[in-house]
């Protein structure tokens, strides 16, 4: 595998050196003068920056750009006069004619005034989008886009919203966890302004963290990432927050019967400076007091809160300040409790060096907490755990020219793991335990180019090198092949216990056959080096995440995907079919008896293996009209080899689900009232159920033979939404959404188990238990203009 | 520690009342029958009994069937030897007085395979007192005694535990009673275990064992504590389960252990 990913990596660098070489060369020889505008591009009405919008100039063939993630644009264009288009979906095109005679620079605000848009609408779309924007296997989820999409609980969920998408799959009722491409649930990078979220779920995965009226949007990478990204095999979810209205004071939110969220945002210093402050709860614990009894002292709550400040100092300088905290509670009396929470906290600054140079630096800090206790004060014990993230990133933008865009940075994160700390009280007999904290430092360096090689050919190719060494104090282990404890050996503060460096080559190449039409082809060599521990599908916040050390190699992934999209009738319809193959290394699971608590030897309990994953994706979309909807359905497999588990054959993975089919339908109705619909569809989780029974110590005990040789009962259900909207109010918009949830009540078997018969003890049954049926949401939205 | 998360889980559902469970037909397919052997030689006894069977598909509603012409031989550590005789029920028995500190192994030859297990005989841990106290109750144990064991760890060694109970004379077997120790969080103290998740009511007669066994024994019940009782499935307690890890060689099923306990009777005012 070293030997593979060196030769691509050479033959990477060698074409990008030739690319450059040929640039270079090419506009040497045109010695005509260009000259660069570059500048901002900002919401008119909230003064939110306007990531990823075109910039074109209509008059030559091939010509344009995107502005970044942070709304800053750059274009080249020869001496003389030029028109230029910006252009952005939901927004009125902006037209400017520039006399490029000098580098400048034009900052420019687009409107998405509604009544304007009604006519001219059309012209506004960026022109078949799907087709010229470059990284296919790439899903952009705008907030302003879903939030008439009903799901459960009545909120606009973008964790739930990106599960649509095929290639998506949820993880199940109960949990807001996915797996992309067949890829492991801990394999999603899910960044919240560039911080990482270790546990994007709340209780039960019911709700996600993601309080949608904080959020601008996400682009979610299946295949295919830019060498920007790294960290997780599988997928990134790039996930921005909103600014803060910079023009006026506004404030939004909803109520609904399970949660409550509010909004505020405005300027600081108008036009200058911004906040946005987020929250919302639920009320299930107000709801167990008043049903009183034994619930009246439980708690089973959860709560978000989101705040973001940002100050414009000059043009060329912003600094942005951003956290997120939240946590979840489920206690019993004083029986037991369980909370966890993450706490994420971001400071950036965005510097423009010059009209063709962007600098973005972040300092970011992540911290992710469960905790678990059993009894109160001298009779309890409490567990805790604790992954604590400090990261420092620099990347930089450079507009070459108008057919190249650089970005080249690094990053370096350490890493610090408190596996298991035990606080005993004194009648429990058990001694206060500190599991050893573990320490490591992931750092990565990339370059990458987007390049527009021929007028219908574009490329994004780069290199990420990644590296992780786990750090003292700490000791390290090595084991025999059974798990035994072999050696032990202690580290000071600062010694290197491991390391690996890793080389991930990234490319994706779009041909535009015709105006309608593309080709995309993707492919990414991508390494993980934390690793989420889990004896269970859904993420309970008990799994236990753990680093690369000498006995856990990095897990690394190679994908390539090949797709074909298209756009009818100037981007109404889209469909794409896009295949993709993935070969994972390094995947680790639990032998068969692990210790999996307080277990300081945990390493000597894992075994490793292979995955390999494939399949075909399709989606259709209609985007506009009365009527508009999408419908996905992907045919896939996804299976493991690992020796020790299933006598070392190959078995299905539990996300093996071959069939996956999502539709979803909006209707609107007339101008107040919107009706949406989805229907989900998927295969059973691949699962190991008896193959036979016997007796031991007069129990029945059930005989295991193939793993995952099962299936559970197909997985399907309806959802209805209604949206009416409130009377029009010159300062105020309002909105009734109205869900139910499984609408036909299929049974959806979250669990099976196998129980004596209540008429025959010595025959057993199975038992399936399903979750929600027919839950209804009912929510009330409120903005103030 | 993993049902507790498991039935957090299922109460918070309950509490939205909206889950439901229901009985479902579930067809499995059977694999071929393998030979169970399960034996336990307890230092107080003075006979030993090995019960052999084999397995049976899933839903077959019946006991389970002995398997008989087998040779079956136990040894000790100095050369002893006892051919064990069959029963008329299936079983074969031998007669000896363990003694502690043995290893004793055992080899079966039946349906032309041979089968190999050993287990240590350790002395038993003293049960130095059974503690009672009244609970009044919450959701989830009902009002009664909760007991536990006093006992002292041995610090110098690793130690596996396992506490088992009768109430007024009837043995509890459930798989909710398979309580099982090691010393990994209290090794060396003095250590009070509770009898979890029950509640007794006044007035019964309790028969406590608190018996001390060696790893491979405790290994086996513990992985066996896995995936008996009703979690199951891929979102119950364990996800992948598999077979419990047998001290048999060749692959047979069960278990052999050799077991000492140490027992004290008291009866709840």
């Known amino acids: 595998m070293d030997t593979f990913a060196a030769e691509i990596t050479l033959s ?248 409550g969220r509010l909004t505020l945002e405005g300027p600081l210093v108008k036009d200058k400076s911004s906040f946005i402050v987020s929250g919302r709860r639920t009320w299930t614990d107000l709801l167990l007091s008043a049903a009183g009894g034994d619930w009246s002292t439980s708690s089973l709550f959860f709560y978000d809160f989101n705040a973001k400040v940002n100050y414009r100092f000059n043009e060329n300088n912003r600094l942005f300040a951003s956290g997120y905290f939240g946590r979840d509670k489920f206690g019993f009396q004083d029986q037991f409790g369980l909370n966890w929470g993450n706490a994420t906290g971001t400071l950036r600054w965005n510097h423009i060096l010059n009209e063709r140079l962007f600098s973005n630096t972040s300092l970011v800090l992540s911290n992710y907490d469960y905790e678990f206790g059993l009894g109160m004060g001298e009779d309890g014990i409490a567990v805790q755990s604790v992954i604590r993230d400090v990261n420092v990133k620099q990347d930089f933008s450079y507009y070459l020219n108008n057919d190249n865009t650089l970005k080249l940075g690094f990053n370096v994160i350490h890493h610090t793991l408190e596996p298991g700390n035990l606080d005993a009280g004194n009648n429990t007999g058990l001694s206060n335990r500190e599991a050893d904290q573990k320490y490591g430092f992931e750092n990565a360096v990339y370059v990458q180019n987007q390049q527009q090689l021929t007028p219908k050919l574009n490329a994004n190719y780069g290199l990420r090198v990644s590296h992780f060494s786990q750090v003292g104090s700490g000791t390290k282990y090595t084991f025999d092949n059974d798990g035994n404890l072999l050696t032990s050996e202690d580290f000071e503060a600062g010694e290197r216990i491991a390391d690996y460096l890793q080389w991930e080559p990234r490319l994706s190449l779009n041909y535009a056959v015709n105006e309608m039409s593309a080709l995309k082809l993707g492919f990414n060599r991508s390494a993980q080096y934390m690793h989420l521990l889990t004896n269970a599908t859904s993420s309970t916040p008990t799994d236990t995440w753990i680093m690369s050390s000498n006995n856990v190699r990095p897990q690394m992934t190679n994908q390539l995907a090949l797709g074909l999209f298209n756009t009818l009738r100037s981007g109404t319809y889209e469909f794409s079919l896009e295949g993709y193959y993935k070969d994972m290394q390094n995947l680790i699971d639990y032998r068969n ?193 | 520690m993993k049902s507790v998360h498991f039935s957090a889980l299922l109460t918070a559902l309950a509490l939205t009342n909206m889950s439901c469970e229901k009985v479902i037909d579930l067809e499995l397919d059977t694999a071929e029958a393998s030979t169970v052997i399960e034996g336990k030689l307890e230092a107080s006894a003075t006979e030993f009994q090995l019960a052999i ?171 066996l504590s896995d995936i008996v009782g009703s979690p199951g499935g891929p979102n119950g307690a364990v996800a992948a389960p598999s077979n419990p890890l047998s001290n048999w060689t060749n692959g047979a099923l069960g278990f052999f252990t050799c077991q000492s306990a140490s027992t004290q009777v008291i009866v709840l005012p």
């Open chain 2, 53 to 223: 069977s084999q397995t049976s598909a899933y839903f077959s509603p019946a006991l389970p069937v002995p398997v008989y012409g087998a040779e079956v031989n136990l040894r000790d550590n100095q050369g002893n030897v006892w051919p064990m005789t069959e029963l008329s029920n299936g079983t074969y028995q031998a007669e000896l007085t363990p003694e502690i500190g043995q290893t004793y192994s055992l080899e079966v030859f039946v349906l032309d395979e041979t089968y190999r297990a050993s287990s240590s005989l350790l002395p038993a841990v003293e049960l130095m007192a059974v503690d009672y106290e009244y609970q009044p109750g919450n959701g989830i144990l009902g009002e009664g005694y909760v007991v536990s064991l006093l006992f002292e760890d041995d610090g110098s060694t690793k130690n596996y535990y396992q506490i088992k109970h009768s109430i007024n004379g009837e043995d509890q077997n459930n798989a909710d009673d398979l309580l099982l120790y090691d010393d990994n969080l209290f090794n060396g103290n003095e250590v009070s275990l509770p009898i979890t998740g029950k509640s007794f009511n006044p007035g019964d007669t309790l028969e406590i064992h608190l018996i001390h066994m060696d790893g491979p024994s405790f290994e086996y019940l513990s992985t």
């Open chain 1, 12 to 259: 990477m660098r060698f074409s990008f050196f030739a690319g450059l070489l040929f640039l270079m060369g090419s506009s040497i020889a045109g010695a005509q003068e260009s000259f660069t505008l570059s500048g901002q591009l900002r919401d008119a009405d909230t003064g939110e920056d306007l990531p990823f919008a075109a910039i074109v100039a209509p008059d030559i063939e091939a010509v344009g750009t995107t502005s970044n993630v942070y709304g800053f644009y750059s274009i080249t264009l020869p001496k003389g006069v030029h028109r230029l288009q910006f252009i952005n979906m939901g927004y009125v095109t902006v037209e400017e004619a520039i006399d490029f005679s000098q580098d400048q620079r034009l900052d420019v605000e687009m409107s998405s005034n509604i009544e304007m848009l009604e006519e001219a609408v059309v012209a506004s779309e960026k022109e078949n989008s799907t087709v010229t924007s470059n990284e296919g296997s790439l899903t952009t989820i705008d907030m302003k886009d879903v939030k008439k999409i009903t799901v459960f609980g009545g909120e606009p969920d973008i964790m739930k919203i990106v599960q649509f998408d095929p290639g998506v799959k949820p993880a199940g009722e109960g949990s807001s966890g996915f797996y992309v491409r067949g890829g492991g649930i801990d394999q999603n990078l899910i960044l919240l302004d560039e911080a990482v979220v270790y546990n994007p779920s709340h209780l039960l995965g019911l709700f996600s963290v993601f309080n949608g009226d904080a959020l601008k949007g996400a682009n979610l990478y299946k295949g295919g990432m830019p060498a920007e990204f790294g960290g997780r095999a599988s997928s990134v979810m790039d996930m921005r927050m909103k600014d803060g209205n910079s023009k006026h004071l506004t404030a939004s939110g909803g109520l609904g019967i399970l949660s």
């Open chain 1, 593 to 785: 008896g692990a210790d999996v608590l307080f277990n300081e030897l945990i390493e000597g309990d894992l075994l490793s293996g292979n995955g390999e994953a494939y399949g075909i994706e399709f989606l259709a979309k209609k985007k506009r009209g009365r009527f508009s909807g999408q419908f996905g359905y992907t045919w896939s497999r996804s299976f493991r080899q690992i020796d020790g588990i299933n006598n070392g054959d190959k078995y299905s993975a539990r996300q093996d689900r071959i069939h996956d089919l999502n539709i979803v339908a909006l209707f609107q109705l007339n101008e107040r009232v919107s009706l949406s619909s989805n229907f989900v569809y998927y295969t059973g989780d691949a699962v190991t159920f008896p193959s036979g029974r016997y007796y031991v110590d007069g129990m029945l005990v059930p005989l295991y033979t193939a793993r995952n040789a099962e299936r559970m009962p197909d997985y399907h259900r309806l959802d209805f939404g209604l949206t009416i909207e409130g009377k029009e109010n010159e300062s105020y918009t309002s909105s009734w959404s109205i869900g139910i949830y499984n609408v036909y009540g299929r049974e959806n078997a979250f669990s099976i188990s196998f129980e004596p018969s209540d008429n025959d003890p010595l025959d057993t049954e199975a038992v399936q238990l399903s979750l929600f049926k027919y839950v209804p949401s009912i929510t009330y939205n409120f903005a103030f203009k």
